[in-house]
T-cell receptor, first 115, second 114 residues
Framework: EAGVTQFPSHSVIEKGQTVTLRCDPISGHDNLYWYRRVMGKEIKFLLHFVKESKQDESGMPNNRFLAERTGGTYSTLKVQPAELEDSGVYFC?????????????FGEGSRLTVL | AQSVAQPEDQVNVAEGNPLTVKCTYSVSGNPYLFWYVQYPNRGLQFLLKYITGDNLVKGSYGFEAEFNKSQTSFHLKKPSALVSDSALYFCAVRDNQAGTALIFGKGTTLSVSS
């Protein structure tokens, strides 16, 4: 069974440019999460999809970030326009369980560097 | 508000010695507690979780953790460390009464020397 896959693994862009990160969850997992870790800091929650619906987007930092999950399969996270403070590693995770007791399965992350 | 504290940035132990990685938490309701490990250039891997029941939970690779409600702690332990245990460890908590987000600590780097 394939795990959670993320693309690209690393992206380097200039301030003001746009970047789109993609996440393919484990097949059949309805729950999809985006997290971000800035170097040396905690991993911060961004948002949670249940199928194609946004269940919780309380962690999205501002309106420069747009997440979508059309059709309830893969998800994209777009940053437009990117700022220096957006640099970090963006993790995607998925889970099957509908409740809050299940563990998450993480991708390897997409490292974003904004210059 | 939910929060997790991992007071140590780094823990150093010698191979064969017991190890402890500390974690304390703060939630409004009852906590669901998790430990994850991240090896270099890899995603986070689930180690173990506490939901309810026995305070001592056992997980992957010989790790265990003890839930202590009075001290609001969930320390990760292993009786005998291996060099291959060297990695970044994250503690995480969900409040069973508040949303679905898993809240992480900032991580503790475990270094096991041979």
């Amino acid at each position: 069974e394939a795990g959670v896959t993320q693309f690209p693994s690393h992206s380097v862009i200039e301030k003001g440019q746009t970047v789109t990160l993609r996440c393919d969850p484990i097949s059949g997992h309805d729950n999809l999460y985006w997290y971000r870790r800035v170097m040396g800091k905690e991993i911060k929650f961004l948002l949670h999809f249940v199928k194609e619906s946004k269940q919780d987007e309380s962690g999205m930092p501002n309106n420069r970030f747009l997440a979508e999950r059309t059709g309830g399969t893969y998800s994209t996270l777009k940053v437009q326009p990117a700022e220096l403070e957006d640099s970090g590693v963006y993790f995607c995770a998925s889970s099957q369980e509908l409740g809050n007791t299940g563990e998450l399965f993480f991708g390897e992350g997409s490292r974003l560097t904004v210059l | 508000a939910q929060s997790v504290a991992q007071p140590e940035d780094q823990v150093n132990v010698a191979e064969g010695n017991p190890l402890t990685v500390k974690c304390t938490y703060s939630v409004s309701g009852n906590p669901y507690l998790f430990w994850y490990v991240q090896y270099p250039n890899r995603g986070l891997q689930f180690l173990l979780k506490y939901i309810t029941g026995d305070n001592l939970v056992k997980g992957s690779y010989g790790f265990e953790a003890e839930f202590n409600k009075s001290q609001t702690s969930f320390h990760l332990k292993k009786p005998s460390a291996l060099v291959s245990d060297s990695a970044l460890y994250f503690c995480a908590v969900r409040d069973n009464q508040a949303g679905t987000a898993l809240i992480f600590g900032k991580g503790t780097t475990l270094s096991v020397s041979s």
